[in-house]
Nanobody, 115 residues
Framework: QVQFVESGGGLVQPGGSLRLSCAAS????????MGWYRQTPGTEREFIAR????????YYADFLNGRFTISRDNGKNTVDLQMNNLNPSDTAIYYC????????WGQGTQVTVSS
């Protein structure tokens, strides 16, 4: 069964860090580029970062200004997102999915940045 299970979210103060992880199953993970996305209530899901199937290419949304780093482990079928210097505008539910041919979205993991 195809699924994504995101974890690692929580409440963090501005300037803090979190590391999110996504476990994927039900498809050949190493064949696909993977991405992280986020969504806040009343808005469309937005792209954050993507990583190529082998992990050698990465691309980030401009607004991140180098604060986030995406990585993957094809042996464990996981894709991670290291988030540093968080600010309140990063508050959202974070999701992972394939970059192309999207699969059903997981539950996501809530990130709240607040003092």
């Amino acid at each position: 069964q195809v699924q994504f299970v995101e974890s690692g979210g929580g409440l963090v103060q501005p300037g803090g860090s979190l590391r999110l992880s996504c476990a994927a199953s039900g498809f050949t993970f190493s064949d696909y580029a993977m991405g992280w996305y986020r969504q806040t209530p009343g808005t469309e899901r937005e792209f954050i970062a993507r990583i190529g199937s082998t992990g050698t290419s990465r691309y980030y949304a401009d607004f991140l200004n180098g604060r986030f780093t995406i990585s993957r482990d094809n042996g464990k079928n996981t894709v991670d997102l290291q988030m540093n210097n968080l600010n309140p505008s990063d508050t959202a539910i974070y999701y992972c999915n394939r970059v192309t041919t999207k699969l059903p979205w997981g539950q996501g993991t809530q990130v709240t940045v607040s003092s």
